[in-house]
């Protein structure tokens, strides 16, 4: 069976433990995100990270650093402006195009001098899982795991004061505190994932589980946890699919399942009433009939 | 389509006197074409960016900017000239915007959740695109962030012919565009065709996108595309002017970028977000000291200063 | 809870001063005045989320922002996103533990006597504000007047010793006021919860007010309805002559009577022509 053979490649259980890891990390993290509104933040996180990633090359530190140093202090940054990361808004995706802009001169900065590394950019930008060491996919399993355990500990306040931000204020929630933290995670998960699927991919990896799992139940805990079963599940699936057909690229396997379940969502559930169904029921529980 | 700098360690020498530094550049028919180019598209995304930036839909532009690279990459890998997949993929998708109301806005939560998905999956096929081209891996640099090497004579002409068709029918919807992105609701009741209109300009929008992420690259339209309407907004608020200061400073931010690419081993797309970027930052403090003058001037000044 | 000469100031500008306000147990007090006037930071001052200025300000005998977990606050309007998908019933659960932290164990309900009593109690504030046949529908999907029962039945799921709630009636339609405002007193009566109410109109709750406080630019006025509004009260806090007016259902409408009280737009009560 050459998908048991699969695991007799290093290669291959590296990215399976990293993968793993990274996305149960990007699907806790991504329910918050889309509950919370904040794709978006996501989004502004993996151009930091490129940018991030490709100045500690061109300063020839370690990628990571740059990845986790960027992603984390933006994340911060976002968190203390106190802006909510609204798609449309101008200057923001000013700063983050020019941030881009400043990635493709380390880029080009990092592959003039260090002759051979060619490739560096399109790895940081479509990710490079296969290509993960030992070492570097059991830190990224660390990190991931303790990215989920932060986010299990904080799951009920969280959850509060994303759907009711002023009761949660009132009942004690330490609101502003929760969500910068609640940023930091995204920051890190974001670096995270950047390892797996590249700063241009990430997006899908926090988006399409979580959206699909907010389309599949209601329940928040529930869809807490099918959002990150489906990511990982998407992710095991991807890697096999990218190891079965070595002409695809892991990350856009990846990306193609998690697409592909999303959008299978959206066709098959179907919310449950329409609105007209809505306003007749509630004729009837006015138990007055109206004075007018 | 060309990729790398050949003549990486010898960059050509600035000598501080315009007209021979001009001369030398132009010597290149390359550096010729890329100016062409360049201006073509510096006027046409200032115009169709300060349209965007008042419609709010900048977001819109941001998702078709991102088809536009599996739509090179899915040219190059068929063969055909990439200007073909920018323009096919980019108007594709504009018309698939326009298809889905409220799609292309962003939104919250869900609908953010999917354009999200749908955006990395289209840049996830232009990579898959990418691999299977063989030997192509050092060009999604050059589709990514913006080349201006390897611009031909026709795809000048075809910038040329697609600009003149845009901005042609811009001219035509001008007035009851603005009209209608300013106030859709009174427009409708006076009759103007307010959802063929916003169709139209997402189509347009696809255009000049699609040109657009020729010369930045599709990661960087910002620069050409937003960065300047959001400047000359910044700057006053009359329609005819912001167009004119928005065009002037396209212009401006895409020739200072092709001299600075020129004379250095640095990408097109860095300079010119960076310049652009620059004056947007430079306009936003300028207004804040502005007002900031306004505030502290005695009372009788800020009584005509406010009188509008 | 009870104010004695309070004062707030927000931004330099003092809202209100020598407020004197005393809400009994089970007492149903509504705050009423135009806007702008700092209804709203009242809510905020009993909260503790803002301090005040002079005076004495107590809540369930205790500093304001101590006694958080015996009151159920209901901000003003909030936005529900017509796409949350979180169903009422959760939403109503936040409201019992949703500031522990930790996500909850998915244990049977049957091993844990404590998530059977969180179980029973939500289902009986639920029935309470008769929002069962709906609890369990996302609430984005919820009308206006379904989300407002459900988060009533939030704010009272830990069986508060007082309820905040500012303009809970606000953005509801004339029948759904009706009921929502029937049932707010209710649960005053039945369960001895006291209620302090912001309140945009005071008709749909003037049946079952003990007191009022009526803020305005000039001061402010408490005691019960009959004795607060009146002509020559609210001509005082106005400072322009306002005259209170009966309809034949006992319904009261305010009708600016000078000319600048008019052209102001000051008015909290706009005429209720019923």
């Given at each position: 069976?050459?998908?048991?053979?699969?695991?007799?490649?290093?290669?291959?259980?590296?990215?399976?433990?990293?993968?793993?890891?990274?996305?149960?990390?990007?699907?806790?993290?991504?329910?918050?995100?889309?509950?919370?509104?904040?794709?978006?933040?996501?989004?502004?996180?993996?151009?930091?990270?490129?940018?991030?990633?490709?100045?500690?090359?061109?300063?020839?530190?370690?990628?990571?650093?740059?990845?986790?140093?960027?992603?984390?202090?933006?994340?911060?940054?976002?968190?203390?402006?106190?802006?909510?990361?609204?798609?449309?808004?101008?200057?923001?995706?000013?700063?983050?195009?020019?941030?881009?802009?400043?990635?493709?001169?380390?880029?080009?900065?990092?592959?003039?001098?260090?002759?051979?590394?060619?490739?560096?950019?399109?790895?940081?930008?479509?990710?490079?899982?296969?290509?993960?060491?030992?070492?570097?996919?059991?830190?990224?399993?660390?990190?991931?795991?303790?990215?989920?355990?932060?986010?299990?500990?904080?799951?009920?306040?969280?959850?509060?004061?994303?759907?009711?931000?002023?009761?949660?204020?009132?009942?004690?929630?330490?609101?502003?505190?929760?969500?910068?933290?609640?940023?930091?995670?995204?920051?890190?998960?974001?670096?995270?994932?950047?390892?797996?699927?590249?700063?241009?991919?990430?997006?899908?990896?926090?988006?399409?589980?979580?959206?699909?799992?907010?389309?599949?139940?209601?329940?928040?805990?529930?869809?807490?946890?099918?959002?990150?079963?489906?990511?990982?599940?998407?992710?095991?699936?991807?890697?096999?699919?990218?190891?079965?057909?070595?002409?695809?690229?892991?990350?856009?396997?990846?990306?193609?399942?998690?697409?592909?379940?999303?959008?299978?969502?959206?066709?098959?559930?179907?919310?449950?009433?329409?609105?007209?169904?809505?306003?007749?029921?509630?004729?009837?529980?006015?138990?007055?009939?109206?004075?007018? | 389509?060309?990729?790398?700098?050949?003549?990486?360690?010898?960059?050509?020498?600035?000598?501080?006197?315009?007209?021979?530094?001009?001369?030398?550049?132009?010597?290149?028919?390359?550096?010729?074409?890329?100016?062409?180019?360049?201006?073509?598209?510096?006027?046409?995304?200032?115009?169709?960016?300060?349209?965007?930036?008042?419609?709010?839909?900048?977001?819109?532009?941001?998702?078709?900017?991102?088809?536009?690279?599996?739509?090179?990459?899915?040219?190059?890998?068929?063969?055909?000239?990439?200007?073909?997949?920018?323009?096919?993929?980019?108007?594709?998708?504009?018309?698939?915007?326009?298809?889905?109301?409220?799609?292309?806005?962003?939104?919250?939560?869900?609908?953010?959740?999917?354009?999200?998905?749908?955006?990395?999956?289209?840049?996830?096929?232009?990579?898959?695109?990418?691999?299977?081209?063989?030997?192509?891996?050092?060009?999604?640099?050059?589709?990514?962030?913006?080349?201006?090497?390897?611009?031909?004579?026709?795809q000048v002409t075809v910038l040329a012919a697609v600009a003149a068709v845009t901005l042609t029918t811009l001219a035509v919807i001008a007035r009851p565009l603005l009209f209608a992105s300013a106030d859709p609701d009174v427009a409708a009741v006076r009759g103007v065709p307010v959802r063929v209109l916003s169709v139209t300009f997402l189509v347009l929008l696809g255009t000049a996108?699609?040109?657009?992420?020729?010369?930045?690259?599709?990661?960087?339209?910002?620069?050409?595309?937003?960065?300047?309407?959001?400047?000359?907004?910044?700057?006053?608020?009359?329609?005819?002017?912001?167009?004119?200061?928005?065009?002037?400073?396209?212009?401006?931010?895409?020739?200072?970028?092709?001299?600075?690419?020129?004379?250095?081993?640095?990408?097109?797309?860095?300079?010119?977000?960076?310049?652009?970027?620059?004056?947007?930052?430079?306009?936003?403090?300028?207004?804040?000291?502005?007002?900031?003058?306004?505030?502290?001037?005695?009372?009788?000044?800020?009584?005509?200063?406010?009188?509008? | 809870?009870?104010?004695?000469?309070?004062?707030?100031?927000?931004?330099?500008?003092?809202l209100w001063s020598g407020v004197d306000l005393e809400v009994g147990a089970g007492e149903f007090a509504a705050v009423l005045g135009p806007n702008g006037v700092g209804k709203s930071t009242l809510i905020k001052v009993a909260l503790g989320l803002l301090p005040i200025t002079a005076g004495e300000v107590r809540v369930l005998g205790e500093a304001p922002g101590r006694a958080g977990?015996?009151?159920?606050?209901?901000?003003?309007?909030?936005?529900?996103?017509?796409?949350?998908?979180?169903?009422?019933?959760?939403?109503?659960?936040?409201?019992?533990?949703?500031?522990?932290?930790?996500?909850?164990?998915?244990?049977?309900?049957?091993?844990?006597?404590?998530?059977?009593?969180?179980?029973?109690?939500?289902?009986?504030?639920?029935?309470?504000?008769?929002?069962?046949?709906?609890?369990?529908?996302?609430?984005?999907?919820?009308?206006?007047?379904?989300?407002?029962?459900?988060?009533?039945?939030?704010?009272?799921?830990?069986?508060?010793?007082?309820?905040?709630?500012?303009?809970?009636?606000?953005?509801?339609?004339?029948?759904?006021?009706?009921?929502?405002?029937?049932?707010?007193?209710?649960?005053?009566?039945?369960?001895?919860?006291?209620?302090?109410?912001?309140?945009?109109?005071?008709?749909?709750?003037?049946?079952?007010?003990?007191?009022?406080?009526?803020?305005?630019?000039?001061?402010?006025?408490?005691?019960?309805?009959?004795?607060?509004?009146?002509?020559?009260?609210?001509?005082?806090?106005?400072?322009?002559?306002?005259?209170?007016?009966?309809?034949?259902?006992?319904?009261?409408?305010?009708?600016?009577?000078?000319?600048?009280?008019?052209?102001?737009?000051?008015?909290?009560?706009?005429?209720?022509?019923?």
């Open positions: 069976m050459s998908v048991f053979r699969a695991f007799d490649h290093p290669y291959f259980t590296h990215a399976l433990l990293a993968g793993t890891g990274i996305a149960a990390a990007a699907g806790l993290v991504g329910y918050f995100l889309v509950l919370r509104a904040q794709v978006f933040t996501g989004d502004a996180l993996g151009h930091v990270a490129f940018t991030g990633a490709l100045a500690a090359l061109a300063l020839g530190y370690d990628l990571r650093l740059g990845l986790f140093v960027a992603t984390v202090v933006f994340a911060v940054l976002i968190g203390a402006l106190g802006r909510r990361g609204r798609s449309d808004d101008v200057a923001i995706g000013s700063v983050f195009a020019w941030i881009l802009g400043l990635g493709a001169f380390f880029l080009t900065l990092y592959s003039t001098r260090g002759a051979a590394h060619g490739t560096a950019g399109v790895n940081v930008l479509f990710g490079s899982i296969f290509g993960l060491s030992a070492g570097q996919a059991r830190t990224a399993a660390l990190v991931a795991a303790a990215i989920c355990a932060v986010v299990a500990l904080l799951a009920r306040p969280l959850l509060f004061a994303s759907v009711d931000e002023a009761v949660a204020a009132a009942r004690g929630v330490p609101v502003r505190t929760l969500g910068l933290v609640f940023l930091v995670l995204v920051g890190a998960c974001a670096a995270e994932a950047t390892q797996a699927v590249g700063s241009l991919l990430l997006l899908g990896l926090l988006a399409a589980p979580a959206g699909a799992a907010h389309r599949l139940t209601a329940r928040p805990h529930h869809a807490l946890a099918l959002s990150a079963g489906l990511a990982v599940a998407e992710m095991w699936a991807g890697l096999g699919l990218s190891y079965a057909a070595p002409r695809l690229p892991p990350s856009f396997a990846i990306l193609a399942v998690a697409t592909a379940v999303y959008l299978a969502t959206l066709l098959t559930v179907r919310p449950r009433r329409d609105h007209t169904v809505t306003s007749e029921e509630e004729r009837d529980d006015v138990p007055t009939p109206s004075r007018l | 389509m060309v990729t790398t700098l050949s003549l990486a360690d010898t960059y050509p020498a600035w000598s501080w006197n315009p007209v021979t530094d001009l001369r030398a550049m132009w010597a290149f028919p390359f550096m010729v074409n890329a100016f062409r180019a360049g201006t073509i598209v510096a006027v046409l995304a200032g115009v169709i960016g300060w349209y965007m930036v008042v419609r709010r839909q900048s977001f819109a532009g941001h998702t078709l900017a991102q088809v536009s690279f599996p739509g090179a990459a899915c040219a190059t890998l068929l063969g055909i000239t990439p200007v073909v997949g920018y323009f096919a993929f980019c108007v594709g998708a504009a018309l698939v915007i326009a298809a889905i109301p409220r799609a292309g806005q962003g939104g919250s939560g869900q609908e953010a959740a999917l354009t999200g998905t749908v955006q990395a999956f289209g840049l996830a096929c232009g990579f898959l695109f990418v691999t299977l081209y063989k030997g192509f891996l050092g060009g999604i640099n050059s589709l990514l962030f913006g080349s201006f090497l390897g611009i031909t004579t026709t996108t699609a040109a657009t992420s020729q010369i930045t690259g599709t990661l960087l339209v910002f620069a050409l595309l937003v960065m300047p309407a959001a400047t000359a907004q910044q700057l006053t608020a009359r329609p005819a002017a912001g167009l004119a200061v928005s065009v002037l400073i396209g212009l401006v931010v895409t020739w200072t970028g092709l001299i600075a690419a020129y004379y250095s081993p640095y990408p097109i797309g860095f300079y010119v977000t960076t310049f652009a970027f620059g004056m947007y930052v430079l306009a936003r403090l300028t207004r804040l000291l502005a007002q900031a003058l306004a505030r502290r001037a005695p009372a009788p000044a800020r009584l005509s200063g406010g009188a509008a | 809870m009870s104010l004695r000469g309070a004062a707030v100031r927000v931004g330099g500008r003092t977990h015996r009151i159920g606050y209901l901000p003003q309007r909030r936005n529900v996103d017509p796409s949350l998908r979180i169903r009422g019933i959760d939403v109503v659960r936040m409201g019992l533990d949703g500031d522990r932290w930790g996500v909850p164990l998915p244990l049977p309900v049957r091993f844990s006597a404590r998530r059977r009593a969180a179980r029973d109690r939500i289902a009986e504030v639920i029935d309470l504000v008769g929002a069962s046949a709906y609890a369990h529908r996302p609430i984005g999907e919820c009308s206006g007047g379904q989300q407002q029962r459900l988060l009533i039945a939030q704010a009272l799921v830990r069986g508060p010793e007082l309820l905040l709630l500012d303009e809970p009636l606000d953005s509801l339609d004339l029948s759904h006021q009706g009921a929502v405002a029937a049932l707010i007193g209710r649960i005053c009566r039945e369960e001895g919860v006291s209620v302090v109410m912001v309140a945009h109109d005071v008709n749909p709750i003037l049946p079952w007010l003990d007191q009022v406080l009526y803020l305005a630019e000039g001061g402010a006025a408490a005691g019960p309805p009959r004795e607060v509004i009146t002509t020559e009260t609210l001509s005082r806090l106005y400072g322009t002559p306002v005259e209170v007016l009966r309809t034949g259902h006992g319904r009261l409408v305010v009708v600016g009577g000078g000319h600048r009280a008019a052209g102001g737009g000051g008015h909290g009560h706009h005429p209720e022509l019923g």
